[in-house]
């Protein structure tokens, strides 16, 4: 089951963490260290429904470019 409650010890450390692996990059840089960590906490996570349900919480409420958000259907 995923967890959507707060549960970092430390929010503002963390936040603070994680822009400064950002700090210098281009913007394709960052996107990769993006992708980096999102693999890295997946293989640490390991469970498939558990990253399921993340994926689809993380998709929620985006309209797909191109399209205009007041006609989208959502499930």
């Known amino acids: 089951m995923l967890n959507t409650e707060p549960n970092i010890a430390s ?3 963390f936040y603070e963490a994680l822009l400064a692996i950002h700090q210098d990059l281009t913007p394709e840089q960052a996107r990769a260290v993006d992708a980096r960590l999102i693999l ?3 293989n640490h996570i390991g469970d498939m ?3 399921r349900q993340a994926m689809a ?3 929620e409420g985006i309209v797909p470019a191109g399209r ?3 006609i989208a259907v959502r499930a």
Do not use: G, I, N
């Open 68 to 70: 205009d958000a007041t």
């Open 57 to 59: 919480r993380a998709r």
């Open 11 to 13: 929010p503002d450390d």
């Open 49 to 51: 429904a558990v990253l």
């Open 40 to 42: 890295l906490l997946s």
